[in-house]
């Protein structure tokens, strides 16, 4: 079956109150139209329509879309059944179409799938139950079976009081909704063109409405104003955080953490609260991510331990490597297996071969490190001269003495050491101490 999917997104968002279009508003870390594209694009056999009016361009350039999308545009925004009227002649003769609404982001692939499969003189409806139908269209019955929707606006004292809402998804023939739309009128408070008035429509038509409810009321939640996306973002925590849960995954509080983006955990890590996981990550099993730590885009391979209140950006971490606290790991950094970044350690684009131990006040950018070396307490690699950024290689089992400053570019031989305290300037070759300080003299107080 060939699918259809109308995507609306070309209303205002007036109530959203933001500068940018509604649907450009951010969930995890992701436009809210973005959600709805890639959910539909896991559909089998499927081409999409996309509804633009306000701001079409800033739109078009903020997403991804699969390749032979079919952009539409709504020059004035006259209501979402004006909205698919628009692209009625782009529907492919004998396809499903299936309607979404961009500002309705969490939507499940099987609730779609289960929505979809209808059979002849039927259409599809998501609809919900919610103690808080403010808002939502209501759903009609008469004898148990669908007979309209009623938009709040226009809705009795009586038809407000229902609790079944309209998600807004819905799944019908193209031949079935070619033939509806033409016949919906804007005579209503908000003088709009109701997609929803297709159902009435489709009744006396005789078509069946069959209603779907997803699995969890999250999946049709709307972000109509800066309360109901706030919802979303606490009910996109709660998917994310329940879904690792039950795949091994062990939460302090799983109502202390926030989850804004693409993040896999492995079994049996904890995570400690107020933990925030942003952009794409990847956390190995049995690791320990310590309280108040930030991890973004980064992957961090198993038994890794993270102590409390490190931030860790755009780095691999390899597996038993012990970071924090309150260390700060990136970005384009790489740690091998066994690596230790202690306690306020600063490592910036930088290569730290397994073994190798930072455990105390250092400032390590730009560096090569080899395998086993010790950079001492308060060690700064200077790699700033005010104009560019130079490297500083340092050999496998090397040992550099605290609080020296290794001014780069600079290569450091293997096994040699630094005595603590010196600027070092010059490459020091394997096997040597090299000491960049003045001699002690104790002399007599006067
Ligand atoms: C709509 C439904 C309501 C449902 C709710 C679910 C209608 C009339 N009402 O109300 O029954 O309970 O969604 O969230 O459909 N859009 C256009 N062009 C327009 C108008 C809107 O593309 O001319 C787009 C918007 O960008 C948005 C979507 O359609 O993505 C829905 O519009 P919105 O104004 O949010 O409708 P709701 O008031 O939420
Ligand atoms: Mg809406």
Not at 112 to 127: E, W
Not at 286 to 307: L, T
């Amino acid at each position: 079956m060939k699918i259809d999917v109308i995507i609306l997104a070309a209303g205002k968002g007036t109530r959203m109150k933001s500068s940018i279009p509604k649907v450009l508003n951010k969930l995890a870390n992701k436009p809210l139209l973005q959600h709805v594209i890639d959910t539909c694009a896991l559909l089998k056999n499927t081409k999409l329509h996309i509804v633009l009016g306000n701001e079409k361009s800033l739109i078009k350039a903020s997403v991804k879309v699969p390749r032979g999308t079919n952009w539409i545009s709504q020059k004035n925004q006259l209501g979402t059944g004006h909205a698919v009227k628009q692209a009625l002649s782009s529907l492919r003769p004998g396809a499903m179409t299936l309607i979404m609404y961009g500002d309705v982001p969490l939507v499940s692939l099987s609730t779609l799938n289960k929505l979809i499969s209808l059979k002849k003189n039927q259409m599809g409806l998501l609809t919900f139950i919610t103690e808080n139908p403010k808002g939502y269209g209501r759903i009609v019955k008469e004898k148990n079976k669908v007979v309209a929707i009623v938009e709040e606006k226009d809705a009795t004292k009586k038809e407000r009081e229902i609790s079944e809402v309209n998600s807004g998804i819905i799944a019908i023939s193209a031949k079935d909704l070619k033939q509806l739309i033409p016949y919906i009128k804007n005579k209503n408070s908000s003088k709009e063109y109701y997609l929803t008035d297709i159902i009435e429509l489709a009744v006396k038509e005789k078509i069946l409405v069959k209603t779907i409810q997803p699995s969890s009321i999250f999946e049709v939640l709307g972000a109509n104003n800066p309360e109901e996306l706030y919802e979303l973002k606490k009910a996109h925590n709660n998917i994310s955080a329940n879904t690792l849960a039950l795949a091994g995954v062990k939460f302090a509080d799983i109502d202390r953490l926030d989850f804004r983006g693409e993040i896999k955990i492995g079994s049996n890590t904890f995570v400690d609260v107020n933990v925030i996981f942003d952009g794409e990550v990847n956390i190995g099993k049995n690791c320990f991510i310590g309280a108040g730590s930030i991890i973004k885009d980064s992957v961090i391979k198993d038994g890794v331990v993270v102590e409390p209140n490190s931030l860790i950006e755009s780095s691999l971490i390899g597996s038993l490597c012990k970071i924090g606290p309150f260390a700060h790991i990136g970005p384009e950094v790489k740690l091998e297996n066994k690596v230790e970044i202690g306690n306020f350690v600063e490592v910036k684009r930088s290569k730290i071969g397994k073994n190798t131990k930072a455990k105390h006040l250092a400032y390590i950018g730009d560096g090569d490190i080899g395998e086993s070396v010790n950079i001492g307490a308060g060690t700064v690699f200077v790699n700033y001269d005010g104009k560019k950024k130079s490297k500083t290689k340092v050999g496998s089992g090397a040992f550099i003495g605290s609080n020296s400053s290794l001014v780069a570019p600079l290569k450091i031989g293997k096994n040699s050491m630094i005595g603590a305290g010196s600027v070092v300037t010059k490459d020091v070759p394997e096997n040597k101490l090299a000491l960049g300080r003045s001699r002690q003299r104790n002399i007599k107080r006067k």
